[in-house]
């Protein structure tokens, strides 16, 4: 465990939702499980912002400590180095629990597959154990992904997806719609009060710069003057929702009445082209890499639009962040990241 006192100035993201309700509730504490990655260390900032106690579980197999710099000597963070696919002995009770424990990454996921499964199922597991055994609220992190490589566009969350389960990607997929399967019947069978967010694409400041998802990937290679790496012919869409955006969906969907249980989809509506976000980050960066064409690896879903009506209905909840202002402030992130690594010189591109 680690306590202490914060004495930072910086203000992160303050939210009229999260301020009502932590008047009106008076709730005090709050389980990030996978608190170390660039969703769960802002999840973090907001609770501690707003007065609740905040302990933050990572295994920091893809979080990194670097992004709770802000919170390690704050009186009223704990951080409880574990993996959450093992058995968990907390001695604090939680009124809130946040899953957000899994690399969303593929080359992260997909570099130890029968761990993903293990974090996705046996993590599923363990924190419903908490949440029962404490009368805790639970939000499962759960993802685009689990509607595969889609025949419908925009995805609606009835949609029961086109999903290999027997394929590189199947630990990730699959695990999440298990971890689904498992929160459904913990809720049916125990009567958990839970909440199912399918996340869509997220960027934005805290994200690793090796992380290996398409935007870290293009902004890195153009500041450093590296071939963008375009896999298949670019058509292929994303949505992608900013990073503040994509924390205002997940507290609004926490605290909404405890009266439907069903998943929200949390993402942006606007569908990018892959090839036109490379050329909209190369224009940003002023940068002269060309851009390199790689075979489309298996499975990798040709599109991806969320239907977002369930979330503007219940939540009031859309995007406000466009992919223009986002990459700028995940740009001028990745600039410093790389020049204080000495990957880059300072004020490259």
Not at 103 to 109: G, Q, T, V
Not at 195 to 211: C, E, H, K, L, T
Request: proline fraction near 6%; include cysteine; charged fraction near 20%.
């Amino acid at each position: 465990m680690h306590r202490g006192v914060y004495r930072g100035t910086k203000r992160f993201g303050s939210r009229e939702n999260l301020s009502s309700v932590a008047g009106k509730s008076g709730a005090r504490s709050v389980l990030v499980a996978g608190g170390a990655g660039f969703l769960g260390a802002e999840l973090c900032r907001r609770y501690l912002q707003k007065g609740f106690d905040v302990t933050c579980l990572d295994d920091l197999s893809s979080g990194r400590l670097v992004n709770l710099d802000g919170h390690l000597n704050h009186p009223g963070f704990t951080f409880l180095r574990q993996d959450v696919a093992k058995p968990l002995q907390l001695e604090t009770s939680f009124e809130y629990i946040f899953n957000l424990a899994c690399p969303a990454s593929p080359p992260r996921y997909q570099a130890n597959p029968l761990q993903t499964l293990k974090t996705c199922l046996f993590g599923a597991f363990n924190l419903l154990e908490l949440a029962r055994a404490t009368g805790a609220r639970i939000l499962q992190a759960s993802t685009s992904e689990v509607y595969g490589d889609p025949h419908v566009s925009p995805q609606k969350e009835s949609y029961a997806g086109n999903v290999n389960t027997f394929g590189p990607r199947s630990c990730y997929d699959e695990g999440k719609r298990a971890a689904e399967t498992i929160f459904h019947d913990y809720h049916e069978c125990h009567g958990v009060d839970l909440r199912v967010a399918r996340i869509f694409n997220s960027y934005g400041p805290g994200m690793d710069p090796q992380d290996g998802r398409v935007v870290s990937n293009f902004i890195t290679q153009a500041l450093a003057g590296d071939p963008i790496t375009l896999f298949g012919d670019g058509t292929q869409t994303r949505s992608f929702c900013y990073l503040d955006d994509t924390v205002d969906g997940l507290i609004a969907l926490m605290h909404s009445p405890p009266t439907e249980f069903e998943p929200v989809n949390i993402g942006n509506p606007q569908e990018t082209p892959v090839g036109k976000l490379a050329e909209l980050v190369l224009q940003k960066i002023g940068s002269n890499s060309r851009l390199s064409y790689l075979e489309l690896p298996q499975d990798d879903p040709k599109q991806r639009r969320p239907d977002i009506s369930r979330a503007r209905k219940r939540l009031g909840w859309e995007p406000k962040v466009n992919l223009s202002d986002g990459l700028d402030r995940t740009i001028g992130y990745f600039r410093s990241e790389l020049a204080a690594s000495g990957k880059i010189a300072p004020g490259a591109m």
